[in-house]
């Protein structure tokens, strides 16, 4: 006996799929490159970051940031917005926050308005995956 497939079938199994691809994260920082993303932090961000364990500047020091909850060092003075964010910095919660600060954290104090090229925050965030 053959098995019939209805047109529904066919147009569930695609609207399945296409799901499945718009439910994957966005942006690629698996695929990123640390030793490019050297580059991309030394443009971006050591103005005001250090990768320094302990040394803080006008930022929080980024060291080990992969994985830490936000606004937890202690001795550095972060924003009310930024203390009650509540999350992990986490390469999906970087790289929603290094696209546009100021949408994942209303209020925050960050004077960086955001890094649009993906290719870019992916080198970088696999950069601070890599420092710990």
């Known amino acids: 006996m053959t098995a019939h497939r209805s047109p529904l079938q066919g147009s569930l199994a695609s609207c399945l799929l296409t799901a499945t691809v718009t439910l994957a994260p966005a942006g690629s920082w698996a695929s990123g490159d640390a030793k490019a993303g050297t580059d991309v932090f030394a443009a971006q961000c050591a103005e005001c970051h250090s990768m320094k364990e302990g ?14 909850k936000a606004a937890s060092i202690a001795d550095f003075k972060y924003s009310d917005p930024m203390k009650a ?9 970087l790289d929603a ?11 925050g104090i960050m004077k960086f308005d955001g890094l649009p090229d993906a290719k870019a925050r992916a080198d970088l965030i696999e950069f601070l995956a890599s420092v710990k």
Do not use: D, H
């Open 55 to 68: 040394k803080n500047k006008k930022g929080p020091s980024l060291f080990a940031v992969v994985g830490r």
């Open 85 to 93: 964010g509540g999350f992990v910095w986490t390469p999906e919660q």
């Open 97 to 107: 926050y290094i696209t546009l600060p100021k949408k994942v954290v209303p209020g």
